[in-house]
Structure formats: structure tokens, C-alpha cells
């Protein structure tokens, strides 16, 4: 059973046409409690240059996959199940410390912001149907080292 929940809880998905994929495509690991949106993104994310190389939904599943697959930049909800997406984001900086982490969030406020801005973070977008078409392009603004905070 808890090995069922743990395979549920933590999935690698290369989406269609990724063995076209050059190795040098920046990966990408989502973190999302909600399958449907940790699903929407990484579809979102199926995008030439990128490797979506891991969906995990819950925080211990993040670390764990973190660390195995090394993201170069992970997508991580604000609110998790089992811990909220800045803590979880200070323990794969911890981890990992070359990733960058960005915080997807439906409620932005000044003080995620401040928080994500100490815990190391890259950025902080919010969920609605305009990052969706922007979220390869917000990816790779990470991966190059942009902050992407609100204005």
C-alpha cells in the first residue's frame, strides 16, 4: 500500500517526442498537490528545450525526486498537503543548490514574496490561465538566472 501511494505520489513523465530532446534540454520538476494542475503543467512545460523529469505531489516526494534527477529548475506549489512551497523550496536549495526554484501560487501577497526572496527562490508567478502560455518562457528565464517576481 504505502508503496502504491509513494508511486502515485511521485511520477517521471518525458511527455511525447522527448526522445527528440537534446540532453542539454533544462529539466524540469513540478511539485503540485492538485494531479489536475501538476499535470496542466507539465504539459505546459512539454516544449522544445525542456524535460519535464518528474511530477511530485507532496514535499517528501519533491526532496526525494530532487535530489535523484537534479532540475535545473523546479516548479512548486505555494500550498502543499504536507508543507507549504517555501519550505519545501529551502530544503531543495539545501539540496541542490544549483536548481532554481519558483513559486506557483494562486494568491500572491507581499509576504510570499518577501519569504520565497529569503528562502533563496528565483521567482514567484501566479496560477491562471496567462501562465500557461508563458510557462516555458518563464522556465527558461529561471534556468538563465532572472528573477521573476511580480511587478
Known amino acids: 500500500m504505502a508503496r502504491r501511494a509513494l508511486q502515485r505520489d511521485l511520477r517521471v513523465t518525458d511527455g511525447a517526442g522527448s526522445q527528440d530532446r537534446p540532453t542539454s ?3 524540469v520538476l513540478i511539485v503540485d498537490d492538485d494531479d489536475l494542475v501538476a499535470e496542466s503543467l507539465a504539459r505546459c512545460c512539454r516544449a522544445p528545450g525542456l524535460l519535464v523529469v518528474g511530477v511530485a505531489s507532496s514535499a517528501a516526494s519533491a ?16 500550498r ?10 529551502a530544503k531543495l536549495l539545501a539540496l541542490v543548490p544549483t536548481t532554481k526554484v519558483v513559486i506557483v501560487t494562486g494568491a500572491a501577497t507581499p509576504e510570499l514574496e518577501m519569504a520565497a526572496r529569503l528562502a533563496g527562490c528565483s521567482g514567484c508567478v501566479q496560477k491562471d490561465m496567462q501562465v500557461a502560455h508563458v510557462l516555458p518562457s518563464l522556465v527558461r528565464r529561471a534556468y538563465a538566472g532572472e528573477a521573476l517576481w511580480p511587478a
Open 80 to 89: 502543499l498537503g504536507d508543507d507549504d512551497g517555501v519550505t519545501v523550496a
Open 63 to 78: 526532496v526525494t525526486a530532487a535530489v535523484q534527477r537534479r532540475p535545473d529548475v523546479v516548479l512548486v506549489d505555494h
Open 25 to 27: 534540454a533544462i529539466r
